[in-house]
């Protein structure tokens, strides 16, 4: 990969960034308690509620929220999204081995849970709805050649965050996202699994550092 001069000055920005957006969040909600509402937060509590099995066999379906408040929370769900995924898109910058980035692509990692965000809440605990839409999605044939195979993990991750807060966990998202960073940066400094000519790579393989494969 390219090799930048160093990781901390894009982990100070990144670590500022999240301590900001997150902040800045928290600050929202206690200010304003009752845009909790509006807000695509709460998703796990309310996916897995105590009496769910009981709803199962009886058929029942979750009430859906009002259209103006599933546009507000899709709305905020978008800038969630987007702000979750402008670090990913500079991990991808820092740690891309050409020179010169795809840009495409890095607009689509950032563009892409937007789209999944809107699908997610379409759907909104609709089973029959779902199925249709996995259908029409499973009858279009999409390709993506990717460049370089480290570049379908930032597709999942756009994939996870934008179901995150499609369905109302943006904290679960969050943390995806957060995790993702971090550990994608410590692995490209460390330059983890570049050198295998080690003895602790030796005593973890049982090879020489000699032994080659045949």
């Known amino acids: 990969m390219r090799r930048a001069s160093t990781v901390w000055g ?16 928290l600050w929202i909600v206690e ?22 099995d009981a709803a199962a066999l009886q058929g029942a379906v979750a009430p859906a929220l009002p259209h103006p408040v599933s546009a507000i929370k899709l ?12 670090p990913v898109s500079w991990v ?6 050409d020179r010169d980035v795809d840009r495409s692509f890095a607009q689509t990692i950032v563009v892409l849970p937007v789209i999944v965000a809107g699908i997610a809440m379409i759907v909104n605990d609709n089973l029959a709805l779902a199925f249709s839409l996995a259908g029409v999605v499973a009858a279009v044939r999409f390709r993506l050649a ?9 597709i999942f991750i756009a994939i996870a965050v934008g179901l995150g807060a499609g369905i109302s966990a943006v904290g679960v998202a969050a943390v995806v ?22 003895r602790f790579f030796s005593f973890l393989t049982g090879r020489g550092r000699d032994d080659k494969d045949l």
């Open 146 to 154: 990717l460049d370089d195979p480290a570049q379908a993990l930032y």
């Open 177 to 198: 996202s957060i995790a993702f960073v971090y550990l994608t940066l410590a692995l490209w400094k460390l330059d983890y699994g570049a050198d295998l000519n080690t």
């Open 75 to 86: 709305a905020a769900a978008t800038v969630c999204v987007i702000l979750l995924m402008v």
């Open 31 to 52: 200010l304003v308690p009752a845009l909790r509402d509006y807000l695509p937060i709460g998703g796990v509590a309310s996916m897995h509620p105590a009496d769910a």
């Open 92 to 97: 991808y910058f820092v740690t891309t081995r």
């Open 10 to 25: 894009p982990l100070l920005l990144i670590t500022l960034f999240y301590a900001f957006a997150i902040g800045l969040a």
